[in-house]
C-alpha cells in the first residue's frame, strides 16, 4: 500500500515569512494530492490540491509543488499570518478514493 | 448546502451503552466516510461507502458498525466501546470514487469512552 511521510512535524515561522511543507509518497500509482488545513477542535478543511499531470498549482498565498519522479510534493504558504497557525496534512491517492495521510505538521506562525 | 453534518459533536458512553453517531450531506455525494482521529493524529479511514454500499471497512472491530440508510445519510452506530475508542470521529463525503473527488469534512463527534 501507499505510505506517506511528511516533514516537519512541527515548523514555527515568524508572521511575513514562508512556510514550507514536503510530504513523499511511494506508490508511483498515486496521482491525487490534497492538502488539508485542520485548526485546533475543528474538522480538516481542503485548501489546495494537485494532480499528476500537473507540475504546480497557485491559490493566492498558497501553492503546491509535484515531482513525479522523485514522488515528493510539498506546500508553500508566504507571507503567513497568525491566522495560517494550524495542523496541515497532506494526503495521496491512486483514484481509488482513499486517501493516504501523511503524519500532519503542526505550524506556528509568531506574530 | 455544501456541509456535512454531523451530530452529536460531543458524545460520553459507557462501556456497556449502545449509541449512534449520524452524518447528513444534501450535496448530492455519493461517497461517504467514516475517520477516526486521535489528538495531533491523522485520520485514519474507517469505512467507505460508495452509492449506499460498503465498499471498504479497514477491518474495524464488530463493536463499530457502519449502515448507510440513504444516499444522504451514514450511521455508525457503537456498542460495548472500550476506552481507546476514544477519539474524533469524522465524516466526510465525495462526489465520486476517482482520481481529483476531494473530501468534505464534517466537524466531527468528540466521542469519550467511560
Known amino acids: 500500500g501507499e505510505n506517506v511521510e511528511q516533514h516537519p512535524s512541527t515548523l514555527s515561522v515568524q508572521e511575513g515569512d514562508s512556510a514550507v511543507i514536503k510530504c513523499t509518497y511511494s506508490d508511483s500509482a498515486s496521482n491525487y494530492f490534497p492538502w488539508y488545513k485542520q485548526e485546533l477542535g475543528k474538522r480538516p478543511q481542503l485548501i489546495i490540491d494537485?494532480?499528476?499531470?500537473?507540475g504546480e498549482k497557485k491559490d493566492q498565498r498558497i501553492a503546491v509543488t509535484l515531482n513525479k519522479t522523485a514522488k515528493h510534493f510539498s506546500l508553500h504558504i508566504t507571507e503567513t499570518q497568525p491566522e495560517d497557525s494550524a495542523v496541515y496534512f497532506c494526503?495521496?491517492?491512486?483514484?481509488?478514493?482513499?486517501?493516504?495521510f501523511g503524519t500532519g505538521t503542526s505550524l506556528t506562525v509568531i506574530p | 448546502d455544501t456541509e456535512v453534518t454531523q451530530t452529536p459533536k460531543h458524545l460520553v458512553m459507557g462501556m456497556t451503552n449502545k449509541k449512534s453517531l449520524k452524518c447528513e450531506q444534501h450535496?448530492?455525494?455519493?461517497?461517504m466516510y467514516w475517520y477516526k482521529q486521535k489528538a495531533k493524529k491523522p485520520p485514519e479511514l474507517m469505512f467507505v461507502?460508495?452509492?449506499?454500499?460498503?465498499?471498504i471497512n479497514e477491518s474495524v472491530p464488530s463493536r463499530f458498525s457502519p449502515e448507510c440508510p440513504n444516499s444522504s445519510l451514514l450511521n455508525l452506530h457503537l456498542h460495548a466501546l472500550q476506552p481507546e475508542d476514544s477519539a474524533l470521529y469524522l465524516c466526510a463525503s465525495s462526489q465520486d470514487m476517482g482520481v481529483g473527488y476531494g473530501y468534505t469534512f464534517g466537524s466531527g463527534t468528540r466521542l469519550t469512552v467511560v
Open positions: 494526503a495521496a491517492s491512486n483514484g481509488g478514493n482513499q486517501f493516504y
Open positions: 450535496m448530492g455525494h455519493r461517497a
Open positions: 461507502y460508495s452509492y449506499e454500499k460498503l465498499s
Open positions: 494537485i494532480r499528476s499531470n500537473v
